[in-house]
């Protein structure tokens, strides 16, 4: 069945003029191979601010460039979520690197690519998700999640696109289970420019070849960390760093 067969058109027609948040969830959905019923649809909502895209276990998903098209309409856009779990055919992400320069608007984004297998094989994955972040330069909130990542071995494209996020007060990155993560150095540069954070949470749980210590020295490279007044408490390789705000 098409995505769309799922949707009436007169349902279509009367929320596309007046739904602000649009949350779909797509469970185990092992037919899907792509979205291109899906893009129509979301081209029709306009005034969407917050949408909530879940596809949990579509292990025939294999493209995405739909996406890229459907968010060139979405100008409205403040706050998507996007999880792509265990999305195991899923063949590259550079569509969600291009579709990223047409949000300029969002605010928040949460990002859970977890357990993507045979995407993170490929070293330029994670060249494309450094490149589409750089775009989003109004970003004061980023969540992202990439649990279970085995072949990840270097985050180092990510300062790329960390660097262009000068106004983010709230990042979560966490690479629970990314057993062969070993280069998170990159970070320091990247982070280093974030002046305007209040919380930075880092998770490494699970990550073999990363040191305590060298989560350690990303923050004791930090000057703006030194030279505030922050809360940090640690649990093994995770880290939550909270700045204090006088109300």
């Given amino acids: 069945m098409c995505i769309r067969d799922r949707f009436p058109d007169d349902f279509l027609e009367f929320t596309s003029q007046h739904l602000v948040e649009l949350t779909l969830d797509f469970y185990n959905c092992v037919k899907i191979t792509s979205l291109n019923s899906l893009e129509h649809i979301l081209r029709l909502f306009h005034n969407l601010t917050k949408l909530t895209l879940d596809f949990d276990d579509c292990d025939d998903l294999k493209n995405i460039e739909s996406l890229e098209t459907a968010f060139k309409s979405l100008d409205n856009l403040s706050s998507p979520s996007l999880r792509l779990y265990g999305c195991n055919e899923l063949e590259s992400i ?114 073999n070849h990363v040191e305590v210590s060298s989560i350690q020295q990303l923050f004791n490279a930090w000057d703006w960390y030194k030279d505030t007044d922050w809360e940090l408490e640690k649990d093994n390789k995770t880290f939550e760093a909270r700045k204090n705000i006088d109300d």
């Fill in 94 to 207: 550079k569509p969600l690197e291009n579709g990223f320069k047409s949000l300029k608007n969002l605010t928040n984004l949460t990002l859970d690519w977890s357990e993507l297998f045979s995407l993170w094989k490929k070293p330029e994955s994670i060249q494309h998700l450094g490149n589409g972040l750089k775009h989003l330069t109004n970003l004061t909130t980023l969540t992202l999640k990439l649990h279970r990542c085995e072949d990840l071995e270097s985050i180092q494209p990510l300062e790329e696109g960390l660097v262009s996020l000068v106004k983010l007060t709230h990042l979560t990155l966490d690479f629970t289970n990314c057993i062969t993560l070993q280069n998170i150095k990159a970070l320091k540069n990247g982070l280093k420019q974030l002046a305007n954070l209040t919380t930075l949470i880092l998770i490494f749980e699970g990550c």
